[in-house]
Structure formats: structure tokens, C-alpha cells
């Protein structure tokens, strides 16, 4: 069981960066395989970036590789999304999941745990 919480979402113009950071309550944050997902209006929720327990392995779809970066600090139960060079595109509500696993899925479905979801905007 664990609970997520996302911050740092906000207004930004095209070309600028955002850091989204996703807290985690509970002891067992290492063992959790870490993703971000993304949702705009109108469109299925999709996989942005993922992260295994260690941080060791990284995973990115197309759309954002290059300019989106996924970190974690595993003492302080916190994942991070670094984004730069935004996109009007990247616009949606950023979401924090975390799948019991050693490896990234992109599925949203098989992920257990979600954070409420943070507003990303990028303006032209």
C-alpha cells in the first residue's frame, strides 16, 4: 500500500521546463517500479516516463525522449519529472503511479497506486 502525491505542475511557455516531483508515503517506496503518466482532454491516458526500483533503469516514450528526464531519490520517497524544451502537445494532467514490480510497464492498467494528478500547461 502506498500513497502518491504529485506537485510542481504550472503554467510554462513553449520551449521552457518544469520539474514535477511525486512524494510517497510508507516504507516500501524501493519496491516500487515508478512511472509518469499523462492525460489530455479528450485523449486515453498514456505512458510518459518509467522508472525501475533502483533507479537504475529508465524508459521514456517517444514523444518525450530527449527532453523529459525521470529520477528518484529512494530516501526521500520521491520520484522526479524533468521536463524541458515543453511542447503546447505536453499540455494534460500529469499523473504518478507505482506498480509492486521489479520492472516499467506502460500500461496504465497494471499499475495499483495513482496520485491525484497535477495540470501541466503549455502555452504557445
Known amino acids: 500500500q502506498v500513497q502518491l502525491v504529485e506537485s510542481g505542475g504550472g503554467l510554462v511557455q513553449a520551449g521552457g521546463s518544469l520539474r514535477l516531483s511525486c512524494a510517497a508515503s510508507?516504507?516500501?517506496?524501493?519496491?516500487?517500479?515508478m512511472a509518469w503518466f499523462r492525460q489530455a482532454p479528450g485523449k486515453t491516458r498514456e505512458f510518459v516516463a518509467g522508472?525501475?526500483?533502483?533507479?537504475?533503469?529508465?524508459y521514456y516514450a517517444d514523444s518525450v525522449k530527449g527532453r523529459f528526464t525521470i529520477s528518484r531519490d529512494n530516501p526521500k520517497n520521491t520520484v522526479y519529472l524533468q521536463m524541458n524544451s515543453l511542447k503546447p502537445e505536453d499540455t494534460a494532467v500529469y499523473y504518478c503511479?507505482?506498480?509492486?514490480?521489479?520492472?516499467?510497464?506502460?500500461?496504465?492498467?497494471?499499475?495499483?497506486?495513482w496520485g491525484q494528478g497535477t495540470q501541466v500547461t503549455v502555452s504557445s
Open positions: 503511479a507505482a506498480d509492486l514490480a521489479v520492472v516499467v510497464f506502460t500500461a496504465a492498467s497494471t499499475y495499483d497506486y
Open positions: 522508472i525501475t526500483r533502483s533507479g537504475s533503469n529508465t
Open positions: 510508507g516504507r516500501t517506496f524501493s519496491s516500487y517500479a
